[in-house]
């Protein structure tokens, strides 16, 4: 149990949250959307500190960032909760427990104890992720601090729907982020996340304006979000206003939670998603699902400079400089030399 940050009075013993674009109104007693914020006498408290539901050493691929020291390990944490309800949610189990079990389950380890764990494990950086690490933020902060004092960069991988005073304050410390942007439309966000799609368009702008890593994915659903139109939005939308050079993380879907019904991503839907991307100007689009997609090539010559099976690398030719050996072209990134 811990105070909350982010929210204020508004008179008797009511709250708003302003941690997230939900805003949500919280009376004494109550949850917010989150289900792991509650208002107890007038005071908001975050129900989620210090009890991790997961953690897991991973390749920094798996976030996924491909363009964020490449090849190293990040140590990944979760509380319970979420404020989506994503119908596909793969980690509903523990994104959607405390309100649909209403049970927050978990171990606890202190900001310094997972601190100490991940430079025992030989890793580069603390990735926030799993669930939503914006509603366990007071968790996340704390740690990131300590994470940068260690030498550890920190990831958030996220749906962004923070606001922005809360990505302000955790800037400092946030080194990359891999934002999902799960549509491009409103009614499709409404409908089958519970949110809008303004405030993630407006955070991916400021996430890159504060000059903090970005790589941006996308779900591609059949029938749901998978249109050209769509399709062809979201990359225009990319290559404008965060940059050609932001990856762009095509994913397919599988049936899982709500949506048993809707069958897989076909490749060709996928490959056509990346030929969109291409004809928007997008530099490095990535999909892992057809062979060869998570490689990273030069964007000035196409020369093959990091070739993956799955999630590991089998050669880097990236030079020192963060340059393409074959024609001097930068790549960008953090540390994608190795």
Not at 83 to 96: D, H, K, L, P, Y
Not at 108 to 121: F, G, H
Request: glycine fraction near 8%; aromatic fraction near 8%.
């Amino acid at each position: 149990m811990k105070e909350a940050m982010f929210y204020e009075s508004l008179g008797g013993q009511e709250v708003r949250c302003d941690l997230c674009a939900h805003h949500c109104k919280i009376q004494e007693g109550q949850r917010g959307i989150c289900h792991v914020r509650e208002n107890q006498g007038g005071t908001l408290n975050t129900l989620v500190y210090g009890r991790t539901i997961s953690q897991h050493v991973d390749p920094v691929e798996k976030k996924p960032l491909l363009h964020f020291y490449p090849g190293s390990r990040a140590f990944s944490i979760a509380t319970p909760g979420c404020n989506f309800r994503c119908q596909w949610c793969q980690n509903a189990g523990i994104s959607q427990m405390p309100r649909e079990r209403q049970m927050i389950m978990g171990s606890e380890a202190s900001p310094d104890k997972i601190v100490e764990t991940a430079l025992d494990q030989g890793c580069k950086s603390i990735a926030y992720t799993y669930t939503e690490p914006t509603i366990f933020f007071e968790y996340a902060y704390d740690t990131a601090q300590i994470a940068h004092e260690r030498g550890l960069k920190n990831i958030f991988v996220t749906n962004g729907y923070m606001t922005e005073k809360t990505l302000k304050k955790i800037e400092p410390f946030l080194d990359a982020a891999n934002v999902d942007l799960k549509g491009f439309q409103n009614d499709f966000y409404r409908k089958y996340v519970g949110a809008k799609l303004e405030p993630v368009l407006e955070n991916l702008k400021i996430i890159k304006e504060l000059d903090i890593w970005l790589e941006v994915t996308t779900l591609v659903i059949p029938e749901l979000n998978d249109s050209n139109q769509e399709l062809r939005k979201a990359a225009k939308f990319i290559a404008e206003e965060l940059g050609e050079e932001t990856p762009w993380h095509i994913s397919g879907f599988y049936p899982a939670y709500q949506m048993q019904d809707v069958p897989p991503t076909s490749p060709e839907r996928l490959r056509n998603a990346y030929k969109i991307g291409k004809e928007e100007g997008l530099e490095h689009i990535y999909n892992r699902q057809v062979r060869g997609g998570s490689d990273t090539h030069c964007a000035g010559c196409g020369e093959t400079l990091i070739d993956r099976q799955g999630y590991l690398i089998t050669e880097n030719r990236i030079g020192e400089t963060d340059s393409c050996p074959n024609c001097g072209e930068r790549i960008p990134g953090v540390g994608m030399s190795g």
